[in-house]
């Protein structure tokens, strides 16, 4: 079968709760639903490259975050619980029941927060590059967290700024050789800093997962409520965002879950390698069966994660590091 062009995808908005809310959609409504949600400062075009693919077994479902892509950017709730409650209601406003949810960066630490939160929505988990495993993240995103981040930025990241990096872009373009994906998209989201309301709402999010030490929300105490749920983690080997030792200490965590690391991609492997991204993923779908956690299962592992100790080395899948930090 020859894949759907990217024209085949289609754009659309809905109105959540008084906000505009923008999404890009693409595959037979008929078919399992995947949710692709995106990073901090980055919008559903981060997909643009494995859509196409992934929209002929699924019907793909990828939304632009509230302060993200063209979605509204309101100076509202930007924690982890009120974007993974947008993603419940958004599916809810779009006549579906459950999805596999597949996160990219901060969209990773939303996935397992709606995977927490809506256990019975959440069929697979697929982790890239994700946030929430561990404390260590790059320096220019602990450092935006710092006071007084908020009046630099308009200064580094200002029209000028992103203008001037447009024409490097542009004479880049003509040179005979190109900027990896990974870097032209860290490039497209720092431009769109210069958007005033864009920089605000960067602002209030990266300060709800992310302090001056490293990241502070961890998801890692909460994996073994999802350990018997389908879960794929990709990482980027070259990532220097988000190292890629996070990905080997979660899938130690959960077992059963598959790993795959791009030895060639940095941050974005959607967009280093899309064509072996989007293979690894149709393959999951397609050899795992959807797993919904009913509340009986929730109380039970609950239960058996308090159960199991006090500490936090006696709870599953809690990293006693990260508790103590």
Do not use: C
Not at 135 to 161: K, Q, Y
């Amino acid at each position: 079968m020859t894949a759907p062009g990217r024209d085949l995808i289609q754009h659309a908005e809905v109105v959540l709760h008084g906000h505009r809310i923008t999404y890009r959609t693409a595959g037979d409504p008929a078919l399992p639903v995947l949710l692709l949600v995106h990073g901090l400062t980055s919008s559903s075009a981060t997909w643009d490259p494995v859509i196409p693919a992934l929209a002929e077994h699924a019907h793909v479902i990828a939304p632009d975050l509230l302060g993200h892509g063209r979605s509204d950017k309101p100076e509202t709730d930007y924690s982890l619980g009120a974007l993974a409650s947008l993603l419940r209601d958004l599916l809810e406003r779009l006549g579906h029941d459950r999805a596999t949810v597949a996160g990219h960066s901060l969209g990773g630490g939303v996935v397992l927060q709606f995977a927490h939160q809506f256990h019975d929505y959440a069929e697979r988990l697929v982790l890239v590059d994700s946030g929430g495993l561990g404390r260590e993240v790059s320096p220019a995103l602990r450092a935006a967290t710092l006071p007084g981040a908020e009046f630099v930025l308009p200064v580094i990241a200002n029209t000028h700024v992103r203008d001037a990096g447009v024409g490097v872009a542009n004479l880049l373009s003509r040179l005979p050789f190109r900027l990896r994906p990974s870097v032209a998209e860290a490039l497209r989201g720092y431009a769109s800093l210069a958007d005033t309301p864009a920089r605000s709402a960067f602002v209030h999010t990266v300060r709800s997962v992310v302090g001056p030490g490293g990241q502070r929300v961890s998801g890692r105490n909460m994996l073994y409520l999802v350990a018997d749920r389908p879960t794929l983690i990709v990482w980027g080997a070259l990532d220097t965002i988000i190292p890629v030792s996070h990905a080997y200490s979660a899938h130690e965590a959960m077992p059963g879950s598959r790993l795959e690391v791009f030895e060639q991609s940095r941050h974005f492997p959607h967009q280093d390698e899309p064509t072996r991204f989007a293979a690894v993923l149709l393959d999951f779908l397609a050899t795992t069966d959807p797993v919904v956690v009913d509340r009986a299962t929730l109380r039970a592992r609950l239960a058996a994660g308090a159960d199991a100790g006090a500490g936090p080395e006696a709870r599953p899948g809690l990293d006693p590091g990260v508790a103590a930090g």
